[in-house]
């Protein structure tokens, strides 16, 4: 893509021009509604507060994406996923009052966390229980006195449910409760 079409992208899309990332919007509008989903944080006990919405977005989004690697045909829109999720960042530290200076370091740290929070939950989702809540402990931001085991319990119901899915019923965001 070059210079151009990356700085009209937006313009673009206005006056009716593609979007690469379509064919996978449906799955992060659905991730970002299961991440605040209010069991998060009232039942599991992740504080509803930014660091909190951000640690629970980044946990469903990990569970999905370790769904996604698992099929050849879902590694390309694994890499959009991502890319919307960098763009709803972007957007959210602009509309906090981050400088453009200090935006694209921000956005690097965050990756980070996703991606830490990817490798994390490949080796807690395949151990045991006890694994799993260790790695929510280190993961999510919780309110005082919370159990990482219903955290750890919620993320292992989540991957089932995205297990029990086709490719195409993921992309297009159709995961049963």
């Not at 992208?9 to 970002?32: Q, T």
Request: proline letters at 5%; hydrophobic letters at 50%.
């Amino acid at each position: 893509m070059n210079l151009l079409s990356r700085l009209l992208g937006p313009f673009n899309l206005k006056m009716g021009g593609s979007d690469d990332r379509a064919p996978v919007r449906p799955l992060w509008h659905w991730s970002v509604a299961e991440a605040r989903a209010p069991e998060w944080y009232a039942s599991c006990g992740i504080a509803d507060s930014l660091p909190g919405r951000f640690d629970a977005l980044t946990l469903v989004l990990a569970t999905i994406m370790l769904r996604m690697e698992r099929e050849e045909a879902l590694i390309g829109p694994s890499a959009l996923l991502a890319e919307l999720f960098v763009e709803d960042m972007d957007g959210q530290l602009r509309q906090a009052g981050v400088g453009d200076l200090v935006v694209g370091k921000r956005i690097g740290k965050l990756m980070g966390a996703l991606g830490g929070r990817i490798a994390a939950l490949r080796e807690g989702l395949a151990a045991d229980d006890a694994a799993l809540a260790e790695v929510a402990r280190r993961n999510a931001t919780m309110i005082e006195g919370s159990d990482p085991a219903k955290i750890a319990a919620r993320l292992r119901l989540l991957a089932g449910r995205l297990g029990g899915v086709s490719g195409e019923e993921l992309l297009a965001g159709n995961v049963p409760a």
